[in-house]
């Protein structure tokens, strides 16, 4: 198949519209409209749905997303690999990660990466929402929460129990919990989105319900309200490693339950054509983490 019309499906979909694809491209619209089904023609399938206002993926279209995007890093790897200009990985790496986390741990490992790939860039997107990979076009996102059901693969990067924690000040104002139900007698600090505290009882999880007077949509809010004496929280531990270590923070052991682990893992598309860039920022995240 003709590269160039396969470039052509990939900006479709980022731009979800012909005539923007076609402005990019700097040809017209019936232009694009004809290389389209040329390269549907090929794979005997529709890949777009068209409507006069905007187009979508079909099912097929989705699915050969990824080998798409891997048919250009072949042909851009395969170019570099004799380009004597070209040092390191090269392409447009593309993830997606938690505010927090990626803050903390995925940001200050981009100088080094594009300083030893000169040929590589990065686009990093840091949210708390859970996004569509695949038709974000994201090359791995980074995931902490319980994974769903889904076609994506997970690479497991490092161990991440959860831990509750607090103040020093607060243990020592308002003592240390020693069961579930001493939670009752503090404040506790959670995330908006989590209503419950999850712990692990004989290899199973169980839950309980905690209330306080503080909740925020962010990791760094409820972090950060910790510290100063506020209640105790339950994070993970990559996301108050820093404050454990400081002496900021105080992990707290429950006598009747045990951390639940949230491993902090890299969901792929696929691992069929993975891109050198998108393996090699996976061990350098996994080497930092060690």
């Known amino acids: 198949m003709d590269l160039r019309d396969v470039q052509l499906f ?107 790939n000169p040929a590589m860039r990065i686009d990093l997107q840091l949210s708390e929402a859970v996004v569509d990979i695949v038709g974000g076009g994201f090359d791995v996102a980074i995931r902490i929460a319980p994974l769903r059901d ?33 939670l009752a007698d503090h404040h506790c600090l959670r995330l908006t989105s989590v209503l419950q505290w999850t712990f692990d009882l004989d290899g199973q999880p169980t839950s309980i319900s905690v209330d306080g007077r503080f909740s925020a949509s962010s990791v760094e809010s409820v972090r950060s309200l910790c510290v100063q004496g506020l209640g105790i929280a339950q994070l993970t531990l990559w996301d108050i490693k820093q404050e454990l270590q400081e002496g900021s923070l105080v992990a707290i052991s429950l006598a009747d339950v045990q951390p639940q682990n949230l491993p902090i893992q890299a969901l792929l598309p696929t691992t069929r054509y993975l891109p050198l860039r998108v393996s090699h920022f996976i061990d350098t995240l996994k080497a930092s983490l060690a």
């Open 10 to 116: 990939l900006i479709i979909t980022e731009t979800r519209s012909l005539t923007q694809a076609a402005r990019r491209l700097d040809v017209s619209p019936m232009a694009v409209s004809r290389r389209l089904a040329s390269l549907e023609r090929q794979l005997n399938t529709r890949l777009v749905q068209r409507t006069t206002r905007s187009v979508s993926l079909t099912q097929e279209g989705a699915e050969f997303l990824p080998y798409a995007r891997a048919l250009l890093e072949a042909e851009e790897g395969a170019r570099a690999l004799f380009d004597p200009k070209v040092k390191g990985v090269t392409g447009l790496l593309r993830v997606t990660a938690p505010s927090g986390f990626g803050q903390r741990h995925i940001l200050p490992l981009v100088p080094r990466l594009l300083a030893e």
């Open 150 to 182: 889904s076609g994506l693969v997970a690479r497991k990067i490092v161990d991440n129990p959860r831990v509750l924690c607090a103040s020093p000040a607060w243990l020592r104002d308002h003592g240390t919990p020693k069961t579930l139900a001493d």
